[in-house]
């Protein structure tokens, strides 16, 4: 079967360089911040082109971290480009790397449809810990979290869908398991019950910040009679002080939609009525929960007319396996041919070595020798970099030493 991941990367990357007004405000942004001479890391390069940027504002180094195979485009597009040797990339997660140095600049647009469901908060909160001089800056500056109370049958059909019977057969665990997860679409402002209400302002280079979740709660003023479907949510980044880039509604940019984050069942209301409106996310972005109180103030009491809780926890199917307490476990052939590769790796023997090692090791698995040869880079890639050691050349499979490619880096 012919795969269409290649395909998918190069659309996906495609839209967001097409996306004038996230680039324009990326770059104005990071040739304001960064000076000649400072070192730069972009956590969630994509095809390098913010590392770029960075370049032309004269970074004495850029160090892009990309997880994706998309990382293997950007380093043929920064040699084509003649940046080779200002960046290094890294292929891994950043919280799973170290640096020579430490940066002066970090720059990551990990920034999802509803700011923080990508995840930036964690990565920040790690790189600024571990990675950032203690007075390093930071892109995007300030993060906000900004949500509504919505009516749309549109965005609602997503959990509405799974009431009807199908020959009798009822989907109401199906609707449960709906109701709460966030869905990704676009937000008419014609579906809006009220203002938008702004719950969070994440300052990421505030330290002094919780950093184990974001959001918060805000009271939105109903302005028609209706129904409450669920929360719109969208973001508005401050890059540097004054440069704002949001998808807000009606905004259709390719690069983001917005979120909607839906009721089980839908809430009446009314015009003038008080909706309390609650989200928080932990910082890595993996659970959300929200809440939508309609409340009523009297005597500067408040009272709880009614409450909708949700939360992804609830919203994941869950596959129930045997205990592990009596098991006996063992390597299954993908690891064992991981292990092998990784008992060859003594610093002194190459990559082509350890190739034809593991072709004659499994022969059945490993007869073609680019086959091979690609699992034996995918191998170092993840384990060739130890905490206090040098790094791996992906070409000869040797350790260089950290003060060796420090100096070659400048």
């Known amino acids: 079967m012919y795969d269409l991941s290649s395909v998918d990367t190069l659309e996906f990357h495609r839209s967001m360089l097409d996306d004038r007004e996230r680039m324009d405000a990326y770059y104005r942004a990071i040739l304001e911040v960064v000076k000649p001479g400072d070192v730069v890391l972009d956590i969630g390069s994509g095809t390098g082109i913010l590392a770029y940027f960075a370049c032309l ?40 790397i170290e640096l020579p140095e430490a940066a002066d600049v970090l720059i990551t647009e990990t920034i999802g449809n ?7 908060i964690g990565w920040v909160n790690d790189a600024r810990k571990r990675l950032l001089s203690p007075d390093g800056k930071i892109i995007p500056y300030a993060v906000d979290l900004i949500a509504v109370p919505m009516q749309s049958k549109a965005a609602y059909d997503s959990v509405a869908d799974w009431s009807d019977d199908l020959y009798g057969y009822d989907f109401g665990p199906a609707r449960r398991l709906a109701a709460n ?24 280079n505030d330290s002094t910040r919780d950093g184990d979740r974001a959001g918060g709660a805000s009271i ?3 302005n028609r009679d209706g129904w409450v479907h669920g929360l719109g949510c969208w973001f508005s980044a401050e890059l540097v002080p004054g440069l704002i ?43 959300w929960h929200w809440q939508v109180n309609r ?9 709880v007319l009614s409450s909708d809780q949700h939360t992804t926890l609830n919203g994941q199917i869950v596959v ?15 690891a064992t041919i991981d292990l092998f590769i990784l008992q060859q790796m003594d610093g002194e023997t190459a990559v082509e070595e350890i190739s034809r090692r593991l072709q ?26 130890e905490r206090g050691s040098g790094e791996v050349d992906e070409e000869t499979g040797r350790q260089v030493d950290k003060e060796t490619s420090r100096q070659g880096n400048k």
Not at 251 to 260: L, V
């Open 181 to 204: 997860q966030m869905v990704f679409t676009y937000l008419p402002p014609a579906s809006f019950l009220s203002k938008p209400v702004t719950l969070d302002h994440v300052v990421l």
């Open 57 to 96: 504002a004269g970074a004495r180094h850029v160090y892009a971290v990309e997880q994706g195979s998309v990382i293997e485009l950007a380093r043929a597009l920064c040699r084509h480009n003649g940046c080779q040797d200002l960046v290094t990339f890294l292929n891994d997660w950043s919280t799973h």
């Open 360 to 385: 004659k090791r499994f022969s059945s698995r490993m007869a073609d020798p680019q086959l091979a040869l690609e699992r034996v880079r995918s191998v170092i890639r993840h384990y060739g970099l």
């Open 114 to 120: 509803a700011g923080f469901d990508e995840g930036i």
């Open 245 to 287: 880039l949001s998808n807000r509604p009606p905004d259709r940019a390719p690069s983001w939609g917005h979120a909607f984050l839906p009721l089980e069942e839908p809430c009446k209301v009314s015009a003038g009525d008080q909706l309390e409106l609650a989200i928080h996310t932990s910082a890595n972005s993996a659970h």
């Open 220 to 222: 939105a003023s109903v």
């Open 320 to 334: 129930k396996k045997p205990g592990l307490k009596n098991l006996s476990p063992a390597l299954n052939e993908n």
């Open 295 to 303: 409340i009523r103030r009297s005597n500067g009491e408040k009272r």
